[in-house]
């Protein structure tokens, strides 16, 4: 829960802020902040004619170098990281941001000023789309400071390493600094701005590190300063008594070790079942996730290996990556979503069209409308993988709003042997789930898109936060109504979105007749610790309370009233 009131806490005097919380775990130490960003020019330094061209090229050598080192940091990562990366690296390249900064340059301005002029001029155009374009602002403005210290020889800006455990307070965080943090220095970190699911939320989850995000008086809070960061409850305690902080922090490390324990597999305290998966990007990830008591993989996000091609990746290419996830996870479920490109993730090789409203646009299942060659070629990449592993994945798509694009969807699937499914992101989909199972094999809610368009609030803004919360009721009905197509059809209904990594959430979505459970690697054991504490009638009873709600914060405390 978002606001705007400093509160006093009982128990310690502190000065306590609100935010949303989206990773448990409390973290207690001093507050260190992100390095100051490069100074902006706010005028240009004139070019010679005579030296544009070599002017342009050094912005556009000082742009590839950032994009290099990016995709070098992507190559390392797994996971959510590992596309955030990529993402980030081919942002770098991006053709139209570095043709308004060439454009700049030999209209007479040095690199440095063009870098931020093009920056400028994207950064309002995305902040006008909202939604996913949104999203892509502080990556941007990130790429645009690297881009500036390389210019400027100077080192890379970002976190620094602390000489100590400590807890880092910041506006906002670029994706590669969150994804570069060391959770043993690192052990707690909040932001101003974000949402549950913006890119610090999601990495911060892959890493384990208590988060909280959207906390108002945040940038209050000096350097130096002790907090204690609850990722639990959304509350960040500013001084407070050291000695009740390090018990609460020993208290959270007992429980994450009880937790660390659990060997699965899925199911509530009375036997019944529940699939406890994994989310994954690559095989570096589900060897990762193997190595967890996850039973499967419930979404291998296949965009990495698109995303940072100039050319599509051949049929055989694609397969090698395949088959890495699903070996790691032999003789296992293993669900694999194709291609989900557009909106803040472009493919260089293809022409996506001008969309006022990208998140809203050509994205997911949408662009095999134009060229149904990329989904058939990835398809037959499956496949291919499926039978040189000997292995039987299920294969879903992203963005499905209607019955017939399931319907074309399940064709193309069930021609090359595979079982199909289909992503329910869209409240469309939520509503009309009875008549899309007619034509698929299983569905798999996506909480954090599904979030987004039922609240129409953009993800990122830290003023919408609570907005989308996944604990909204008004998202919850939408699972629970697709749940309950799923049992009246006798197929399964998974959550693969972020509500799944959170324990207390989760089983209320098995209440609600949810059949499988996955989320980041890190997430899987709290998860599946829980689900065991809780019976299947007690899941039920938390479902139907928090469906009388009319806020996150009361479906929060009702679920807890019944689960404990």
Request: glycine letters at 10%.
């Amino acid at each position: 829960m978002t606001g705007s009131t400093t509160v006093t806490d009982s128990r310690t005097d502190a000065r306590t802020l609100h935010g949303t919380p989206v990773v448990p775990g409390v973290g207690y130490g001093p507050v260190v902040r992100p390095a100051p960003r490069p100074t902006r020019p706010d005028a240009p330094r004139e070019i010679g004619e005579d030296s544009r061209e070599s002017e342009v090229e050094r912005f556009r050598a000082a742009a590839k170098a950032v994009g290099a080192r990016l995709q070098a940091r992507a190559a390392l990562a797994t996971g959510s990281a590992s596309e955030v990366l990529a993402a980030n690296a081919a942002m770098a390249e991006d053709r139209g941001w570095l043709g308004a900064g060439a454009k700049a340059i030999k209209g007479g301005a040095d690199a440095a000023y063009a870098a931020v002029a093009a920056t400028d001029q994207f950064v309002a155009m995305f902040a006008k789309l909202g939604g996913r374009m949104a999203e892509r602002i502080t990556d941007l403005m990130d790429i645009c400071d690297r881009v500036l210290a390389e210019l400027s020889g100077l080192p890379e800006p970002g976190v620094p390493t602390p000489a100590q455990p400590s807890v880092l307070l910041a506006e906002d965080l670029a994706p590669a600094d969150t994804a570069g943090l060391d959770p043993t220095l690192v052990v707690a970190l909040a932001t101003s701005l974000g949402g549950p699911t913006s890119h610090t939320a999601i990495i911060a989850r892959q890493l384990g590190i208590p988060c909280v995000v959207a906390v108002a008086g945040l940038d209050d809070v000096a350097a130096g300063t002790a907090v204690m960061v609850d990722g639990t409850t959304g509350l960040l305690s500013v001084d407070p008594d050291a000695e009740e902080a390090r018990r609460a922090v020993d208290e959270s490390a007992a429980h994450l070790a009880r937790v660390a324990e659990w060997t699965g597999p899925g199911r509530t305290s009375d036997g019944h079942h529940v699939d406890i998966l994994a989310n994954v990007q690559d095989g570096a990830g589900a060897r990762a996730a193997r190595t967890t008591a996850a039973d499967g993989v419930g979404l291998f996000r296949t965009e990495l290996s698109f995303l940072d091609r100039d050319v599509e990746p051949t049929v055989a290419e694609q397969a090698d990556i395949y088959g890495e996830v699903l070996t790691a996870f032999e003789g296992h479920k293993v669900v694999v979503r194709t291609l989900d490109a557009g909106s803040d993730k472009p493919l260089r090789f293809a022409t996506h069209p001008d969309e006022a409203n990208p998140a809203l646009g050509v994205r997911g299942i949408r662009i095999a409308a134009a060229d149904r060659g990329i989904l058939h070629r990835q398809l037959d990449a499956i496949a291919a993988a499926a039978e040189a592993t000997s292995s039987s994945p299920w294969v879903m798509a992203p963005m499905i709003a209607t019955a017939d694009e399931a319907k074309a969807f399940a064709a193309d699937v069930r021609e090359r042997g595979l079982t199909p499914g289909v992503m329910i992101e869209v409240p469309a989909a939520a509503l009309l789930a009875n008549r899309i199972l007619e034509h698929v094999d299983f569905l798999s809610i996506g909480t954090n898109d599904l979030a987004q368009y039922t609240m129409a609030a953009d993800r990122m803004s830290a003023d919408l936060a609570a907005l989308t919360d996944p604990w909204q009721p008004a998202v919850l009905a939408l699972v629970a109504r697709a749940a309950e197509a799923g049992a009246a059809a006798g197929k399964p209904v998974g959550v693969c979105g972020e509500a799944a990594a959170d324990p207390l959430l989760a089983c209320v979505l098995v209440g609600f007749g949810v059949t499988s459970l996955s989320a980041a690697s890190a997430a899987v054991a709290g998860v599946g610790a829980r689900l065991g504490q809780v019976t299947l009638e007690q899941c039920r009873e938390a479902a139907r309370a928090v469906l009388g709600t009319a806020g996150p914060l009361e479906a929060r405390e009702a679920a807890s009233a019944v689960l404990g």
